[in-house]
């Protein structure tokens, strides 16, 4: 993990006949003995708006979570398969975090150690809940 890699991913769903899509880019801002830094931007937009955002996180070189602010390891499956368009089946480690407002499965590829997919899903309302699949789309990360 060097200094200025970076990966984008990209992912929609329709909630209530709103189509809601989501941009997203991770890049390694700095890099110490032990940890990572990684900015994440994203953009989630709908035909009422966009919101944007910009958040820093230091990541353990040991574990390589990528826990999102504000939420809570609640499971870990170490050896998890998931497929992505160009990229093919790939071993992961799925971990899932929740709070009140949403929960989050990020799958980190076991070889590389970054998140090649996130999947948020919202609490249930009115009987129904939502997901979106975040998935990588571009990377200078060798091996992705």
Not at 55 to 62: F, L
Not at 102 to 122: C, G, K, L, R
């Amino acid at each position: 993990m060097v200094k200025g890699a970076y990966a984008t991913y990209e992912g929609s769903t329709s909630i209530l006949s709103i189509t809601v899509s989501f941009t997203a880019e991770m890049q390694i801002v700095d890099v110490n003995a032990t940890h990572i830094e990684v900015q994440t931007d994203f953009n989630m937009s709908t035909p009422l708006g966009n919101t944007e955002n910009s958040t820093t996180m230091w990541v353990d070189k040991q574990d390589m979570t990528f826990a999102p602010e504000n939420l809570t390891l609640t499971s870990t499956v170490p050896d998890a398969q998931v497929t992505i368009p160009g990229l093919g089946t790939r071993t992961c480690t799925e971990y899932q975090y929740q709070n009140q407002d949403i929960s989050a499965a990020y799958y980190v590829d076991n070889t590389v150690h970054w998140p090649i997919e996130m999947i948020m899903t919202s609490p249930e309302v009115n009987g129904q809940s939502y997901n979106m699949d975040i998935t990588l789309v571009q990377t200078n990360i060798p091996g992705l």
